[in-house]
Nanobody, 126 residues
Framework: QVQLVESGGGLVQAGGSLRLSCAAS????????MGWFRQAPGKEREFVAA???????TVADSVKGRFTISRDNAKNTVYLQMNSLKPEDTAIYYC????????????????????WGQGTQVTVSS
């Protein structure tokens, strides 16, 4: 079973950047496809980005061109680089892992993921 710990959140001004990290332990990260989700107060959890075991990736339309997901299997870590941040990006950001045989699949639905981190707060001020 894999354990996930997010870090890198914080307070940033609009237009700024942050890089979130998700460190995995317990199992090797290369066995999992990974995703980032976020949840703002009063809203449902929404998909942000996902990366397959083959490192193909997809991002939500709302962050396309601003956010990039990547993985470093040697460090057992997944990253979310967030640029040109907007106040509407304010949320708790969660890392998630999905086990499965598919090497190329990127999962975009929260119910497809079986393992979650505790989340890290990102606040973007205007």
């Amino acid at each position: 079973q894999v354990q996930l710990v997010e870090s890198g959140g914080g307070l940033v001004q609009a237009g700024g950047s942050l890089r979130l990290s998700c460190a995995a332990s317990g199992r090797t990260l290369s066995s999992y496809s990974m995703g980032w989700f976020r949840q703002a107060p009063g809203k449902e959890r929404e998909f942000v980005a996902a990366i397959s075991r083959s490192v193909s990736s997809t991002v939500a339309d709302s962050v396309k061109g601003r956010f990039t997901i990547s993985r470093d299997n040697a460090k057992n870590t997944v990253y979310l680089q967030m640029n040109s941040l907007k106040p509407e990006d304010t949320a708790i950001y969660y890392c998630a892992a999905r086990s499965g045989r598919s090497y190329y699949y990127t999962a975009t639905q929260h119910y497809e993921y079986g393992y979650w981190g505790q989340g890290t707060q990102v606040t973007v001020s205007s």
